[in-house]
Every structure is written in C-alpha cells, then in structure tokens.
C-alpha cells in the first residue's frame, strides 16, 4: 500500500537483506548532494566569448562543444546553451537539467583544467536521459575532456 503525501517523492532503498525501504522526502532532499556548485559553471558573456574565440570545437549530431584550455583552474567549468529552436522554456530547461545530470555523472573522469560549453542541437528534446548521457559522453571523448 502507498499513500500520497503531498509536497513529497517516493525513494525507495534497497536494504541489505534484500528488502526494499519506501521513504519520502521533500523535493529539497531529494535533489541534495545532485547539483554542482556554482563555481563548475561558466555564467558571463564574457567568459563565453573567451570559450568561443579559441576556435577549439568538437561536434556529434546532437550537441557541439568549445573548449579552452586554463591550466591554472583546480576544476572544469561548463556552460550550456540551449537555443529557442529546441523549444519553448519548459522543454529547454528540461534538456539543460539532463545535460547537468550527465555532466554530475562524469564529473570525476573530466579534464580539471578547461572550460568547455555544451550547445544543444535541434531533436535534443526527443531523446531520454540515457541517450543524452550516451551522446555527451560521445562528443566529449572527442573533444578529449574526458580521462
């Protein structure tokens, strides 16, 4: 039996006798420990500008990223573009929130010293979570961010 409490998500644990744990917790919670902080993010136009001069791309079908190399940096940043032609804002923001969860997920295997952003191309916003991850991971191994 489940109960709907409202304001809250289902999380179920695996304990290790096998068993599972429903818990809820608030959306907050939930999303605690997921997010990368501000500083992994390239935010100015500025900053973006120095990125886009360099000249240093790499592209797949569904996304082209620019990198610029900064030795001095202790960790990458990254900035993402997402145009109008993916969609209305809902759907944009949705594509920049899989984005960010597939770069959190490789946060560990990628280059420390380089800032590089990721654009979207147009049919980004028809694909799920996995095919994203698979096509970031894809358009960074050529761009040699990743280890």
Do not use: W
């Amino acid at each position: 039996m489940t109960f709907k409490i409202s304001g809250y998500f289902p999380l179920n644990l695996k304990k290790n006798d096998g068993t599972m744990l429903l818990l809820y917790v608030s959306k907050k919670e939930r999303n605690k420990g997921m997010q990368m902080k501000k500083s992994y993010r390239v935010k100015k136009e500025k900053e973006f500008q120095a990125v886009f001069q360099h000249k240093q791309s790499c592209a797949n079908r569904r996304f082209v990223v620019y990198v610029l190399e900064k030795p001095e940096q202790k960790h990458f940043r990254v900035g993402i573009s997402v145009g109008k032609k993916i969609g209305n804002a809902v759907v944009r923001n949705a594509v920049k929130r899989k984005i960010r969860t597939s770069i959190y997920q490789l946060k560990e295997s990628i280059e420390p010293t380089c800032d590089f952003i990721i654009i979207a191309r147009p049919g980004v916003d028809a694909l799920t979570s996995e095919e994203i991850h698979r096509n970031i991971t894809h358009v960074l191994k050529l761009a040699k961010i990743l280890k």
